[in-house]
């Protein structure tokens, strides 16, 4: 294990805006070291960062995952509506539209 710090990135995507933070953390930090310290970011306010399910490139992962040089720990919101059903509303306006 090196002793040099660990360099991650935090992102958090709305449909208005992203947020991508660089952060810096001691060598044996975990995911939920990187949100206690996000949290004190006022970009983060308002975000869920307690109760919002988290991935690092797109694998889902607990806040008490040990962090790596180079990790972006991704806070995912909640869907807005099921793909599925979604998916069916539009293909029965495209239908109704023929």
């Known amino acids: 294990m090196s002793d040099a710090p660990l360099r991650i990135e935090i992102a958090y995507a ?3 805006r992203v947020i991508v933070k660089v952060l810096t ?7 939920a070291d990187a949100l206690r310290l996000a ?3 006022s970009d983060f306010s308002g975000v869920d960062l ?3 399910p988290l991935g690092i ?3 889902l ?5 040990a962090l790596q040089q180079g990790d972006r720990i991704e806070i995912y919101r909640p869907l807005a509506a099921d793909p599925k059903v979604a998916r069916r509303e539009r293909a029965k306006q495209f239908r109704s539209k023929r």
């Open 50 to 52: 307690a109760n919002c």
């Open 39 to 41: 949290a004190l970011d």
């Open 57 to 59: 490139f797109g694998k």
């Open 25 to 31: 953390l001691p060598p044996g930090s975990r995911v």
């Open 61 to 65: 992962i607990r806040p008490d995952h």
């Open 14 to 16: 709305e449909p208005q």
